[in-house]
């Protein structure tokens, strides 16, 4: 008996989360931003989404949110919605790091990090390209520079 309940407590994370897989679909939440607005990511179906998972104590997320800030003005490419998922816990430091880095798209707060636990963040920043019908089409972790393949990933669902 206890084997089976050992054998259980170890299989359990395995199998309970994991950062969703390309293809698969991108479970939904609800979080406030930092001006304490509702927002669902089901409400952006229809839409490209890339979400980004970062703390404002890490380095390459800050570089990150700065090349996502960009996306919006490349050419050839018709923004995807952005979505910024600070895991901080402190909503002071969220404001601080997206008003210095003046970025134009929605910092929503996970103060429980309950999005954090559901999508498995464990490597920051974390980068998921999502499509119109809800999908992952794309997931970037840690120092990887996401956004040669991230751009060429948008253009392609773009264009089906």
């Not at 479970?27 to 607005?37: I, M, R």
């Not at 997931?139 to 392609?156: C, D, F, Q, S, Y």
């Amino acid at each position: 008996m206890l084997a089976a309940a050992l054998a259980g407590a170890l299989l359990y994370p395995l199998i309970s989360h994991a950062v969703p897989a390309k293809g698969a679909v991108a479970p939904d939440f609800v979080l406030k931003d930092v001006s304490g607005h509702n927002l669902r990511l089901s409400e952006y179906r229809g839409d490209t989404v890339v979400l980004s998972f970062w703390g404002s104590w890490c380095g390459p997320c800050r570089e990150s949110l700065t090349q996502l800030n960009a996306i919006a003005s490349l050419p050839g490419v018709d923004a995807p919605v952005l979505l910024g998922v600070n895991l901080d816990g402190d909503a002071g430091r969220a404001v601080a790091v997206t008003e210095s880095l003046h970025l134009a798209f929605p910092t929503l707060i996970d103060t429980k990090q309950s999005v954090g636990r559901l999508y498995d963040v464990d490597d920051l920043p974390l980068t998921l390209l999502i499509d119109p019908e809800g999908r992952v089409r794309g997931v970037w972790t840690g120092n990887t520079n996401p956004m040669p393949e991230l751009t060429r990933r948008i253009k392609e669902l773009q264009s089906q």
